[in-house]
C-alpha cells in the first residue's frame, strides 16, 4: 500500500475513535445519574458530529481514492467516502443541530429527573415509585385501584415534555427537508437501514391485515370471560400478572449471571479481549430505559487488532416481582449487541461503532436473537431452576401457552403502534400539541384496542433524541430477521441452545461490522430474501402446535450435552453500580457472579 494512503487511514481511523470515544465516555457518565457532564458531553458529540459532517474530509477521501494504486487502498477509502457522504451536512445546518441538541438534553434533563410515582387511592398521599417500577405493578398488583393509580401516573407524565416535544418535531423536520427529505422519518430511515419509510411500513400493513383477527378474539374473551380485560391498567395483569408471579422463583437475578455465562460459553461467544461494563439495577437519576453502547471501538494499528469495550445497562428493581426476569432479558439482548459488534474483524472503525452505517435492524437482530433463545422452552427447562433447582415445570408453559397464545397475533403491535406514531407525528402539518395527543390516542386505539384512551406513546423514551426517534420499526424489522434466522437454523441443525455452531455461523457473519445493509446481511446468513412469512406463520399458530413443537424441541435438547466447563467468554467483565465497581472477573467469571450474588442480596429492595 502507498504509505501516504496507509498513513491517510491510519489518521482517519485514529481521529474517528478519538472523537468517538469522548463522546460515548461522557454519555455513559450522563445517562448513568451524572448529570453534571451535560456540557462536556455536548461539546464532545459536536466535535464527533463535525467530524462526519466535514464536507472537506469528503473531498480528502476522494483526492486519495484518485490518487490510489492498489484495489485494496481503494477499496478502504471508499467506506470512508460512503460513510462521509452519509453524514454530510452543510455548514449552515449546523447551528439548526446544535440547537436540536440542546434542546433535547434539556428534555432529557428534566425527564430524568422529574419526580416519579403514584397517588395512592386509598390514602391520597404521593408514593415515590420509578417509572420502571410503576409498570411492573401494573402487571402485577392484585388491587386494581393502585394498578390504575400507575396508569394515571403515566398518563400525567407523559405530557411533561410535550410542548419541546413539538418543537423538537418541527426542528428535526426542518433539518431533514433541508437535506432534500420529505421529513425526519425519511432521513432517519435512510441513514440507518438504507431504505424507503414506504418499504418498511407496506411490509407492517400486510402484518398487519394478516393479524388484526387477533383484536377481534381478545374483545371476544372479554365479553364472554374476562369482563374489563380491555382496560390498560388490567390487561398485562390479567393476560400474564399471575403467570410473571408464577414464574418469578424460576428467575432468581442473583442467578443471572452464571446463567448467561454458561449459555453464552456454550454457544461459542468470544468477546474477542474486549472489556464489558456492566450497570443493572435502577438508581434515581438513571437513565430509564436498557442500552448498550461502545466506547471503545474494534480498531487496528500498524496491522494489529485491538479489542473493542461495552457498556450496558437496565433498570432491575431487585426483589419485585417479574424484575428477575426482566434483568435475565437484558443480560441476553444487551450481551448480544456487545457479541456481535465486539467480534468485528474491520479495519475501519466508523464499521465497527452503533452509529451509521450500522443498520438498527441488523444490530437488533443479534440482540434480539439472543433473547428470543432465552425465552424459548427449551432454554427455560435447561436454564431456568428454583431455589430446589427444580426446573421450569412443563405444566407451567402449558398454561401459559393456552392462555396467551391468543395475543400472539398482536405480537408486534407494540412496535408497530410507536413506529406509526412517529410516522404520523413527522408528517403532520402544523403541528401542536392537541395533534400529537390525538395521534397518540388514535394509535394506542388501533394497535391496542383498549377501552381507555392514552397518551402512552409520548412515554417511550426513543422519541425525544434524535439518534432513536424513527426507529422503532427496526425493533419489528429484527423480529422477521430472527424468525427467519432461527428456522434456518432448526432446519440446519434441529437445535439453538448450547449449539456451538450456531454460535460459529453467527460469529462469521459479526466479523463483517457494518459492511453490508440490512437485506443483505438477512439474504448472507439465512440463505433467503428478507420476508414476513417465517414471522407470520409463527405469530399465527395455534395453541396445539406451539405446544407440540415445544415439546419437540425439548426432547431435542435433552441429547445435547450441558456445559459444564469454567465460563470463559473472552472478556473483561466488570459489574459496576454508578460509579462503583462491585465484582470483576480479576479471579474468574465464576467468582465475580457469585461476589455479585451477595451484594445483590445485601440491596435493600429499591422501589
Ligand atoms: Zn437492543
Not at 427537508?177 to 400486510?206: C, N, P, Q, T, W
Not at 464499521?351 to 427449551?378: D, G, H, K, R, V
Not at 439518534?467 to 432448526?490: K, M, P, T, V
Request: with cysteine; proline share 3%; glycine share 6%.
Amino acid at each position: 500500500m502507498d504509505p501516504s494512503a496507509e498513513m491517510f487511514l491510519s489518521e482517519l481511523n485514529a481521529e474517528h475513535l478519538k472523537l468517538h470515544r469522548a463522546f460515548e465516555e461522557a454519555y455513559w457518565l450522563f445517562k448513568m445519574g451524572d448529570h453534571d457532564v451535560k456540557d462536556a458531553m455536548n461539546d464532545a458529540e459536536k466535535a464527533r458530529d463535525a467530524f462526519r459532517t466535514d464536507a472537506r474530509n469528503l473531498e480528502r477521501v476522494r483526492a486519495a481514492i484518485s490518487a490510489a494504486t492498489s484495489p485494496k487502498e481503494i477499496e478502504r477509502l471508499r467506506i470512508w467516502e460512503d460513510f462521509f457522504k452519509l453524514y454530510q451536512t452543510p455548514a449552515e445546518l449546523m447551528p439548526l443541530k446544535a440547537k436540536i441538541g440542546k434542546l433535547e438534553s434539556d428534555i432529557g434533563q428534566k425527564l430524568a429527573t422529574a419526580k416519579e410515582g403514584y397517588i395512592d387511592p386509598h390514602t391520597n398521599a404521593f408514593v415515590p415509585a420509578s417509572k420502571v417500577a410503576m409498570r411492573m405493578m401494573m402487571r402485577t398488583n392484585h388491587d386494581e385501584a393502585v394498578r390504575k393509580a400507575c396508569f394515571d401516573a403515566f398518563e400525567k407524565m407523559a405530557t411533561l415534555a410535550l410542548e419541546e416535544y413539538v418543537a423538537v418535531v418541527g426542528l428535526r423536520n426542518e433539518f431533514a427537508r433541508a437535506l432534500g427529505f420529505e421529513d425526519y422519518y425519511a432521513y432517519h430511515v435512510h441513514m440507518s437501514e438504507g431504505m424507503a419509510k414506504e418499504r418498511i411500513f407496506k411490509l407492517f400493513s400486510e402484518i398487519y391485515e394478516c393479524t388484526k383477527y387477533g383484536l377481534e378474539h381478545i374483545r371476544k374473551l372479554e365479553a364472554e370471560r374476562m369482563p374489563g380485560l380491555r382496560k390498560p391498567w388490567n390487561f398485562n395483569y390479567m393476560m400474564a400478572g399471575s403467570f410473571t408471579l408464577e414464574e418469578n422463583p424460576y428467575y432468581d437475578f442473583a442467578d443471572a449471571l452464571m446463567r448467561w455465562g454458561r449459555s453464552f460459553a456454550a454457544l461459542g461467544i468470544d468477546f474477542r479481549g474486549g472489556t464489558l461494563q456492566l450497570d443493572l439495577l435502577q438508581r434515581d437519576g438513571k437513565y430509564n430505559s436498557g442500552f448498550c453502547h461502545y466506547p471503545d471501538l474494534v480498531h487496528f494499528e500498524n496491522g494489529k487488532r485491538y479489542p473493542g469495550a461495552a457498556n450496558f445497562t437496565c433498570n432491575v428493581v431487585y426483589g419485585q416481582p417479574g424484575a428477575g426476569e426482566q434483568g435475565h432479558k437484558t443480560l441476553f439482548h444487551e450481551g448480544g449487541h456487545a457479541a456481535d459488534r465486539l467480534a468485528s474483524e474491520q479495519e475501519e472503525t466508523c464499521l465497527n461503532s452503533e452509529w451509521p452505517p450500522a443498520s438498527i435492524a441488523w444490530t437488533e437482530t443479534q440482540s434480539q436473537f439472543m433473547e428470543t433463545m432465552f425465552s424459548s422452552i427449551e432454554w427455560r427447562t435447561r436454564y431456568a431452576k428454583n431455589k430446589e433447582g427444580l426446573p421450569y415445570p412443563l405444566d407451567l408453559f402449558e398454561r401459559t401457552v393456552r392462555k396467551l397464545r391468543i395475543v400472539a397475533p398482536t405480537s408486534l403491535y407494540s412496535i408497530m403502534f410507536v413506529s406509526e406514531f412517529e410516522k404520523l407525528v413527522y408528517e403532520t402539518e402544523d403541528l401542536d400539541a392537541e395533534k400529537v395527543m390525538r395521534i397518540a390516542k388514535d394509535m394506542r386505539r388501533k394497535y391496542m384496542d383498549h377501552s381507555e384512551d392514552s397518551l402512552f406513546a409520548l412515554s417511550v423514551p426513543h422519541i425525544y433524541s434524535s439518534e432513536h426517534s424513527a426507529y422503532y420499526h427496526a425493533y419489528g424489522l429484527a423480529f422477521l430477521a430472527i424468525e427467519q434466522w432461527r428456522d434456518y437454523f432448526y432446519e440446519k441443525y434441529g437445535h439453538i441452545v448450547d449449539n456451538p455452531s450456531v454460535g460459529k455461523e453467527m460469529r462469521e457473519v459479526w466479523k463483517l461490522g457494518s459492511l453490508k445493509t440490512f437485506a443483505e446481511f438477512v439474504k448472507l446468513a439465512t440463505g433467503k430474501e428478507l420476508s414476513a412469512d417465517a414471522y407470520i406463520k409463527d405469530a399465527t399458530m395455534d395453541a396445539d402446535a406451539y405446544l407440540a413443537r415445544g415439546k419437540e424441541r425439548i426432547a431435542r435438547l435433552a441429547s445435547v450435552p450441558e456445559w459444564n466447563g469454567p465460563v470463559r467468554l473472552n472478556a473483561v467483565i466488570k459489574m459496576v453500580h454508578g460509579k462503583e465497581t462491585v465484582a470483576d472477573t480479576s479471579a474468574s467469571f465464576e467468582a465475580m457472579a457469585e461476589k455479585y450474588a451477595s451484594w445483590l442480596n445485601a440491596q435493600k429492595r429499591q422501589v
